[in-house]
């Protein structure tokens, strides 16, 4: 399993608009679990932390979630990048669709909301 989902993180590599957190950074496909399940990560929603002004960290929490299911032939396998977090008071999700077939893997294209912008 996780070969496949490792097969489907590494095309992500090639494309214009890849796995990732913020609507403007870059790769971020290896945050996402490595098998089935999802994972809960932390994103700076005000800016960056500067611990020597005693700050609070400036986070909100996303969950990534990878899914995996049988494809449409019994080669292939549909996997799936899922990020979901809350934004002005309603949850937002957005995913990117992969399917692997032997030793190919094809991306199907990507939905859902606008990802949160990186702050400055």
């Keep these: ?19 990732r957190i913020y609507s403007t950074s870059g790769n971020s496909a290896n945050s996402w679990p490595n098998h089935p399940g999802s994972a ?7 800016g960056i932390y500067r611990p020597q ?8 929490h996303m969950t990534l979630t990878t899914t995996m299911t049988p ?7 549909m996997i799936v990048f899922q990020s979901t977090w809350n934004q002005a ?5 957005h995913a990117w669709k992969f399917r692997v077939h032997g030793q190919q893997t094809t991306f199907l294209g990507e939905e859902g ?3 949160p912008p990186l702050p400055m």
Excluded: Y
């Design 89 to 93: 008071e309603s949850t937002k999700r």
């Design 113 to 115: 909301d606008e990802l």
């Design 40 to 46: 809960e990560v932390s994103f700076a929603t005000r």
């Design 1 to 19: 399993m996780s070969d496949l989902i490792q097969m489907a993180k590494d095309a992500s590599s090639s494309l214009k608009s890849p796995p």
């Design 71 to 77: 494809g449409d032939d019994p080669n292939s396998w």
């Design 53 to 60: 002004m005693n700050e609070a960290p400036a986070g909100e």
